[in-house]
Protein backbone atom coordinates (compact mmCIF):
# COMPACT_ATOMS: atom_id res chain seq x y z
CA UNK A 1 0.00 0.00 0.00
CA UNK A 2 2.48 2.51 0.56
CA UNK A 3 4.02 1.85 -3.12
CA UNK A 4 0.93 2.64 -3.61
CA UNK A 5 1.03 6.17 -2.25
CA UNK A 6 4.37 6.61 -3.81
CA UNK A 7 3.17 6.16 -6.79
CA UNK A 8 0.30 8.92 -6.85
CA UNK A 9 2.58 11.36 -5.48
CA UNK A 10 5.64 10.13 -8.49
CA UNK A 11 3.32 10.45 -11.29
CA UNK A 12 -0.03 12.57 -10.15
CA UNK A 13 -0.88 13.86 -13.59
CA UNK A 14 -1.13 9.92 -14.61
CA UNK A 15 -3.63 9.43 -11.98
CA UNK A 16 -6.11 11.15 -14.20
CA UNK A 17 -5.13 9.77 -17.99
CA UNK A 18 -3.52 6.55 -18.05
CA UNK A 19 -5.58 3.38 -18.10
CA UNK A 20 -3.04 1.78 -15.81
CA UNK A 21 -3.53 4.04 -13.12
CA UNK A 22 -7.69 3.54 -13.38
CA UNK A 23 -8.09 0.59 -10.86
CA UNK A 24 -5.95 2.33 -8.41
CA UNK A 25 -7.96 5.77 -8.52
CA UNK A 26 -11.24 3.72 -8.15
CA UNK A 27 -9.64 1.71 -4.81
CA UNK A 28 -8.62 4.62 -3.24
CA UNK A 29 -12.06 6.41 -3.87
CA UNK A 30 -13.77 3.55 -2.55
CA UNK A 31 -11.32 2.96 0.48
CA UNK A 32 -11.98 6.43 1.73
CA UNK A 33 -15.47 6.50 0.54
CA UNK A 34 -16.36 3.88 2.93
CA UNK A 35 -14.13 5.07 5.79
CA UNK A 36 -16.19 8.67 5.35
CA UNK A 37 -19.58 6.47 5.47
CA UNK A 38 -18.08 4.78 8.50
CA UNK A 39 -17.70 8.15 10.25
CA UNK A 40 -21.19 9.36 9.36
CA UNK A 41 -22.82 6.84 10.35
CA UNK A 42 -24.63 6.58 13.52
CA UNK A 43 -23.29 4.63 16.26
CA UNK A 44 -20.33 3.29 14.33
CA UNK A 45 -17.50 5.57 15.73
CA UNK A 46 -18.50 4.23 19.52
CA UNK A 47 -18.95 0.58 18.78
CA UNK A 48 -15.70 -1.84 20.11
CA UNK A 49 -14.45 1.41 21.95
CA UNK A 50 -14.15 3.78 19.50
CA UNK A 51 -12.84 3.80 16.02
CA UNK A 52 -10.18 6.29 16.93
CA UNK A 53 -8.08 6.93 20.35
CA UNK A 54 -9.86 9.48 22.57
CA UNK A 55 -6.22 10.72 23.03
CA UNK A 56 -3.37 10.76 20.92
CA UNK A 57 -0.47 8.89 22.59
CA UNK A 58 2.70 10.54 20.63
CA UNK A 59 4.29 14.50 20.84
CA UNK A 60 3.82 15.74 17.07
CA UNK A 61 7.62 15.21 16.97
CA UNK A 62 7.58 11.51 17.51
CA UNK A 63 4.97 11.25 14.72
CA UNK A 64 7.18 13.65 12.42
CA UNK A 65 9.94 11.21 13.06
CA UNK A 66 7.72 7.99 12.39
CA UNK A 67 6.51 9.42 9.19
CA UNK A 68 9.73 10.03 7.51
CA UNK A 69 11.33 6.78 9.02
CA UNK A 70 8.44 4.62 7.68
CA UNK A 71 8.49 6.36 4.19
CA UNK A 72 11.98 6.07 3.77
CA UNK A 73 12.26 2.41 5.06
CA UNK A 74 9.46 0.93 3.36
CA UNK A 75 11.02 2.46 0.01
CA UNK A 76 14.28 0.58 1.02
CA UNK A 77 12.14 -2.61 1.73
CA UNK A 78 10.31 -2.20 -0.91
CA UNK A 79 6.64 -3.05 1.49
CA UNK A 80 4.99 -2.44 4.42
CA UNK A 81 2.95 -4.46 6.43
CA UNK A 82 0.56 -5.45 3.83
CA UNK A 83 3.22 -5.64 0.96
CA UNK A 84 5.39 -8.06 2.62
CA UNK A 85 3.06 -8.74 5.79
CA UNK A 86 -0.05 -9.98 4.22
CA UNK A 87 0.71 -10.76 0.66
CA UNK A 88 4.22 -11.71 0.63
CA UNK A 89 3.97 -14.25 3.58
CA UNK A 90 0.69 -15.10 2.47
CA UNK A 91 2.61 -16.29 -0.68
CA UNK A 92 5.44 -18.01 1.77
CA UNK A 93 8.19 -15.57 0.07
CA UNK A 94 11.40 -15.97 2.06
CA UNK A 95 12.29 -12.06 1.35
CA UNK A 96 8.67 -10.90 2.88
CA UNK A 97 9.23 -13.28 6.01
CA UNK A 98 12.55 -12.11 6.60
CA UNK A 99 10.95 -8.36 6.26
CA UNK A 100 8.38 -9.46 8.66
CA UNK A 101 10.41 -10.55 11.27
CA UNK A 102 12.34 -7.55 11.09
CA UNK A 103 9.93 -4.92 11.58
CA UNK A 104 8.34 -6.60 14.02
CA UNK A 105 11.67 -7.74 16.19
CA UNK A 106 12.41 -3.69 16.01
CA UNK A 107 8.80 -2.58 16.61
CA UNK A 108 8.61 -5.01 19.84
CA UNK A 109 11.99 -3.19 21.16
CA UNK A 110 10.87 0.07 20.11
CA UNK A 111 7.96 0.35 21.93
CA UNK A 112 9.32 -2.00 24.83
CA UNK A 113 11.51 0.99 25.22
CA UNK A 114 9.35 3.99 25.22
CA UNK A 115 6.89 2.20 27.78
CA UNK A 116 6.97 3.66 31.37
CA UNK A 117 9.55 1.13 32.60
CA UNK A 118 11.79 3.27 31.13
CA UNK A 119 10.47 6.63 32.49
CA UNK A 120 13.28 9.11 30.23
CA UNK A 121 12.20 8.10 27.34
CA UNK A 122 8.72 7.01 27.94
CA UNK A 123 8.21 10.91 29.52
CA UNK A 124 10.22 12.20 25.45
CA UNK A 125 8.30 9.89 23.43
CA UNK A 126 4.54 9.66 24.97
CA UNK A 127 2.38 12.45 26.04
CA UNK A 128 1.08 13.14 29.42
CA UNK A 129 -1.85 10.76 29.77
CA UNK A 130 -3.64 13.26 32.25
CA UNK A 131 -2.87 16.37 29.53
CA UNK A 132 -5.99 15.09 27.22
CA UNK A 133 -4.80 15.71 23.90
CA UNK A 134 -6.63 15.09 20.98
CA UNK A 135 -5.17 16.14 17.46
CA UNK A 136 -8.66 16.44 16.08
CA UNK A 137 -9.51 19.48 13.84
CA UNK A 138 -12.93 20.37 11.64
CA UNK A 139 -10.61 21.86 9.03
CA UNK A 140 -8.12 18.47 8.90
CA UNK A 141 -11.82 16.64 8.21
CA UNK A 142 -12.76 19.28 5.71
CA UNK A 143 -8.89 18.45 4.17
CA UNK A 144 -10.12 14.73 4.36
CA UNK A 145 -13.25 15.29 2.32
CA UNK A 146 -11.32 17.27 -0.07
CA UNK A 147 -8.53 14.29 -1.10
CA UNK A 148 -11.60 11.93 -1.03
CA UNK A 149 -13.41 13.95 -3.64
CA UNK A 150 -10.24 14.36 -5.40
CA UNK A 151 -9.94 10.86 -5.92
CA UNK A 152 -13.17 10.16 -6.88
CA UNK A 153 -12.64 12.76 -9.60
CA UNK A 154 -9.64 11.51 -10.95
CA UNK A 155 -11.71 8.05 -10.87
CA UNK A 156 -14.43 9.54 -13.36
CA UNK A 157 -11.58 12.08 -15.42
CA UNK A 158 -9.23 8.64 -15.93
CA UNK A 159 -12.64 6.53 -17.28
CA UNK A 160 -12.98 9.39 -20.05
CA UNK A 161 -10.03 9.14 -21.51
CA UNK A 162 -9.63 6.14 -21.29
CA UNK A 163 -12.96 5.19 -23.28
CA UNK A 164 -12.35 8.46 -25.61
CA UNK A 165 -8.54 7.19 -26.47
CA UNK A 166 -10.47 3.47 -26.97
CA UNK A 167 -12.95 5.15 -29.71
CA UNK A 168 -10.04 7.16 -31.10
CA UNK A 169 -7.71 4.42 -31.79
CA UNK A 170 -10.83 2.08 -33.17
CA UNK A 171 -11.29 4.64 -35.51
CA UNK A 172 -8.10 4.87 -36.64
CA UNK A 173 -7.50 1.49 -36.76
CA UNK A 174 -10.87 1.29 -39.51
CA UNK A 175 -9.38 4.61 -41.30
CA UNK A 176 -5.66 3.59 -40.96
CA UNK A 177 -4.85 0.13 -42.67
CA UNK A 178 -5.15 0.53 -46.44
CA UNK A 179 -1.53 2.69 -46.88
CA UNK A 180 0.38 0.09 -44.14
CA UNK A 181 -0.87 -2.83 -46.15
CA UNK A 182 -0.90 -1.87 -49.67
CA UNK A 183 2.67 -2.59 -49.94
CA UNK A 184 2.31 -6.01 -48.80
CA UNK A 185 0.36 -6.47 -51.43
CA UNK A 186 2.21 -4.75 -54.29
CA UNK A 187 5.33 -7.27 -53.38
CA UNK A 188 3.06 -10.12 -54.50
CA UNK A 189 2.35 -8.89 -57.83
CA UNK A 190 5.15 -7.03 -58.58
CA UNK A 191 4.87 -9.46 -62.37
CA UNK A 192 4.02 -7.68 -65.44
CA UNK A 193 1.83 -8.92 -67.92
CA UNK A 194 2.14 -7.78 -71.53
CA UNK A 195 -1.95 -7.81 -71.89
CA UNK A 196 -4.15 -5.05 -70.75
CA UNK A 197 -6.38 -7.73 -69.43
CA UNK A 198 -3.98 -9.54 -67.19
CA UNK A 199 -3.33 -5.94 -65.94
CA UNK A 200 -6.76 -5.32 -64.82
CA UNK A 201 -7.23 -8.84 -63.03
CA UNK A 202 -3.45 -8.40 -61.53
CA UNK A 203 -4.87 -5.12 -60.22
CA UNK A 204 -8.22 -6.85 -59.09
CA UNK A 205 -6.19 -9.37 -57.77
CA UNK A 206 -4.14 -6.60 -55.78
CA UNK A 207 -7.15 -4.70 -54.38
CA UNK A 208 -9.14 -7.47 -53.03
CA UNK A 209 -5.58 -8.61 -51.34
CA UNK A 210 -5.44 -5.19 -49.54
CA UNK A 211 -9.01 -4.93 -48.72
CA UNK A 212 -8.37 -8.94 -47.25
CA UNK A 213 -5.26 -7.61 -45.16
CA UNK A 214 -7.31 -4.41 -44.03
CA UNK A 215 -10.13 -6.18 -43.04
CA UNK A 216 -8.06 -8.65 -40.62
CA UNK A 217 -5.29 -5.98 -39.00
CA UNK A 218 -8.68 -3.95 -38.33
CA UNK A 219 -10.63 -7.11 -36.69
CA UNK A 220 -7.40 -8.20 -35.04
CA UNK A 221 -6.96 -4.77 -33.62
CA UNK A 222 -10.54 -4.06 -32.68
CA UNK A 223 -10.49 -7.30 -30.54
CA UNK A 224 -6.71 -6.03 -29.00
CA UNK A 225 -8.87 -3.03 -28.15
CA UNK A 226 -12.51 -5.16 -26.71
CA UNK A 227 -10.08 -7.12 -24.67
CA UNK A 228 -7.78 -4.07 -23.10
CA UNK A 229 -11.36 -2.45 -22.34
CA UNK A 230 -12.83 -4.82 -20.22
CA UNK A 231 -9.78 -5.62 -18.79
CA UNK A 232 -9.71 -2.17 -18.05
CA UNK A 233 -13.54 -1.92 -16.65
CA UNK A 234 -12.82 -5.47 -14.97
CA UNK A 235 -9.76 -3.90 -12.80
CA UNK A 236 -11.89 -1.01 -12.08
CA UNK A 237 -14.80 -2.81 -10.52
CA UNK A 238 -12.71 -6.02 -8.66
CA UNK A 239 -11.01 -2.59 -7.19
CA UNK A 240 -14.48 -0.57 -5.68
CA UNK A 241 -15.32 -3.87 -4.58
CA UNK A 242 -12.09 -4.67 -3.08
CA UNK A 243 -11.82 -1.61 -0.62
CA UNK A 244 -14.61 -1.42 1.51
CA UNK A 245 -13.44 -4.83 2.72
CA UNK A 246 -9.98 -3.24 3.25
CA UNK A 247 -11.15 -0.10 4.93
CA UNK A 248 -13.92 -2.37 7.16
CA UNK A 249 -11.07 -5.00 8.56
CA UNK A 250 -9.15 -1.77 9.51
CA UNK A 251 -11.48 -0.25 11.51
CA UNK A 252 -12.99 -2.91 13.14
CA UNK A 253 -9.41 -4.70 13.82
CA UNK A 254 -8.51 -1.52 15.44
CA UNK A 255 -5.54 -0.33 13.25
CA UNK A 256 -6.49 3.29 13.64
CA UNK A 257 -5.68 3.29 16.91
CA UNK A 258 -2.18 4.01 17.83
CA UNK A 259 -2.36 2.43 21.07
CA UNK A 260 -3.61 -0.69 19.95
CA UNK A 261 -0.28 -0.69 17.93
CA UNK A 262 1.54 0.45 20.57
CA UNK A 263 -0.16 -2.11 22.95
CA UNK A 264 0.39 -4.70 20.73
CA UNK A 265 4.08 -4.29 20.43
CA UNK A 266 4.95 -3.10 23.72
CA UNK A 267 5.78 -6.10 25.59
CA UNK A 268 6.42 -4.84 28.66
CA UNK A 269 2.90 -4.72 29.40
CA UNK A 270 2.59 -8.48 29.97
CA UNK A 271 4.18 -7.59 33.80
CA UNK A 272 1.18 -4.46 34.26
CA UNK A 273 -1.15 -7.00 32.82
CA UNK A 274 -2.54 -4.40 30.06
CA UNK A 275 -0.77 -6.17 26.78
CA UNK A 276 -3.52 -6.72 24.34
CA UNK A 277 -1.85 -9.66 21.81
CA UNK A 278 -5.89 -8.70 19.15
CA UNK A 279 -3.83 -8.06 16.23
CA UNK A 280 -1.95 -10.99 16.52
CA UNK A 281 -5.31 -12.45 14.87
CA UNK A 282 -5.43 -9.36 12.97
CA UNK A 283 -2.81 -10.11 10.91
CA UNK A 284 -3.31 -14.13 10.93
CA UNK A 285 -6.38 -13.75 9.46
CA UNK A 286 -4.92 -11.43 6.49
CA UNK A 287 -2.16 -13.97 6.07
CA UNK A 288 -4.39 -16.90 5.88
CA UNK A 289 -6.45 -15.58 3.17
CA UNK A 290 -4.19 -14.23 1.23
CA UNK A 291 -2.12 -17.84 1.63
CA UNK A 292 -5.54 -19.72 0.06
CA UNK A 293 -5.93 -17.02 -2.63
CA UNK A 294 -2.22 -17.23 -4.14
CA UNK A 295 -3.09 -21.27 -4.22
CA UNK A 296 -4.99 -20.92 -7.14
CA UNK A 297 -2.28 -18.01 -8.80
CA UNK A 298 0.18 -20.80 -10.97
CA UNK A 299 3.52 -20.22 -9.84
CA UNK A 300 3.25 -18.82 -6.50
CA UNK A 301 1.31 -21.62 -4.27
CA UNK A 302 2.29 -24.68 -2.41
CA UNK A 303 3.25 -27.60 -5.49
CA UNK A 304 1.59 -30.15 -3.07
CA UNK A 305 -1.63 -28.32 -2.89
CA UNK A 306 -1.52 -26.64 -6.54
CA UNK A 307 -0.73 -30.43 -8.01
CA UNK A 308 -4.49 -31.47 -6.89
CA UNK A 309 -6.21 -28.38 -7.45
CA UNK A 310 -5.04 -28.89 -11.12
CA UNK A 311 -6.93 -26.73 -13.92
CA UNK A 312 -8.21 -24.29 -11.23
CA UNK A 313 -4.81 -22.75 -10.77
CA UNK A 314 -5.19 -20.17 -13.12
CA UNK A 315 -2.20 -18.33 -15.25
CA UNK A 316 -4.02 -15.33 -15.76
CA UNK A 317 -6.19 -12.93 -14.05
CA UNK A 318 -9.97 -12.88 -14.79
CA UNK A 319 -9.49 -10.09 -16.63
CA UNK A 320 -7.39 -11.64 -18.62
CA UNK A 321 -3.99 -9.65 -17.31
CA UNK A 322 -0.83 -11.16 -16.42
CA UNK A 323 -0.73 -11.81 -12.34
CA UNK A 324 1.57 -8.85 -11.29
CA UNK A 325 3.66 -10.32 -8.37
CA UNK A 326 6.74 -9.13 -7.10
CA UNK A 327 9.79 -11.02 -8.55
CA UNK A 328 12.59 -9.42 -6.39
CA UNK A 329 14.09 -11.74 -4.74
CA UNK A 330 17.16 -11.87 -2.17
CA UNK A 331 17.57 -11.26 1.17
CA UNK A 332 19.81 -7.96 0.96
CA UNK A 333 21.35 -5.67 3.53
CA UNK A 334 19.10 -2.49 1.96
CA UNK A 335 16.00 -5.33 2.63
CA UNK A 336 16.64 -5.35 6.55
CA UNK A 337 17.61 -1.75 7.41
CA UNK A 338 14.81 -0.67 5.55
CA UNK A 339 12.50 -2.81 7.97
CA UNK A 340 14.20 -2.41 10.30
CA UNK A 341 13.62 1.46 9.80
CA UNK A 342 9.79 0.73 9.24
CA UNK A 343 9.68 -1.34 12.86
CA UNK A 344 11.06 1.86 14.74
CA UNK A 345 8.46 3.92 13.39
CA UNK A 346 5.65 1.92 14.35
CA UNK A 347 7.29 1.14 17.86
CA UNK A 348 7.34 5.12 18.84
CA UNK A 349 4.22 6.28 17.14
CA UNK A 350 2.20 3.29 16.45
CA UNK A 351 1.35 4.85 12.54
CA UNK A 352 0.97 2.46 9.88
CA UNK A 353 0.63 3.59 6.22
CA UNK A 354 -3.35 2.22 5.85
CA UNK A 355 -4.87 2.94 8.63
CA UNK A 356 -3.37 6.46 8.65
CA UNK A 357 -5.47 7.49 5.64
CA UNK A 358 -7.97 6.61 7.29
CA UNK A 359 -7.06 8.83 10.58
CA UNK A 360 -5.66 11.58 8.16
CA UNK A 361 -9.01 11.67 6.36
CA UNK A 362 -10.82 11.28 9.63
CA UNK A 363 -9.93 14.78 10.60
CA UNK A 364 -6.68 13.99 12.88
CA UNK A 365 -4.39 16.34 11.49
CA UNK A 366 -1.46 14.73 13.60
CA UNK A 367 -1.65 11.88 10.58
CA UNK A 368 -2.82 14.26 8.10
CA UNK A 369 -0.57 17.10 8.31
CA UNK A 370 2.27 15.58 10.14
CA UNK A 371 3.19 11.91 8.85
CA UNK A 372 1.66 12.16 5.80
CA UNK A 373 3.51 14.88 4.43
CA UNK A 374 6.45 13.29 6.15
CA UNK A 375 6.31 9.91 4.95
CA UNK A 376 5.86 11.19 1.58
CA UNK A 377 9.28 12.96 1.53
CA UNK A 378 10.91 10.00 3.27
CA UNK A 379 9.81 8.02 -0.24
CA UNK A 380 11.45 10.76 -2.22
CA UNK A 381 14.70 10.64 -0.27
Known amino acids: FSSLIGSFVSHPVKAFKCAEFGW?????????????????????????????????????????????????????????????????????????????????????????????????????????????????????????????????VATIVNVIFVHKDTRMQRTKNSEGSPNKTAAGGGAESSSQSSSSDDIEDQKQRQEDYVDAQTLETTLEDDQESRIS??????????????????????????????????????LTGFARGEYDPSLLF????????????????AGHGVSFIQSRLGARV????????????????????????????????????GFCPTPNLIMAVGGYYDALLVWLPLFIVGRFL
Not at 237 to 255: K, N, V, Y
Not at 317 to 332: C, N, P, Q, R
Open 282 to 297: LFAAGCATSFVAYQFV
Open 24 to 152: KCAFMASFLLTAQLLFNLPGFMSLYGGMFDSQSIAPLWVVAVSGLLAGYGTKMANGCTSGHGISGVGRLSSRSIVAVCTFMATAFLTASLCSPVFPRINKATRQNPNADITYYSTVAYGFGIGITALFC
Open 229 to 266: TSSYYFKLLAAICAAPTFTFGLSFGGMTKPSKIIGFFD
Open 314 to 349: RTKAFSGDEYHVSKVKGITTRLVVGSSLFGISLGIA
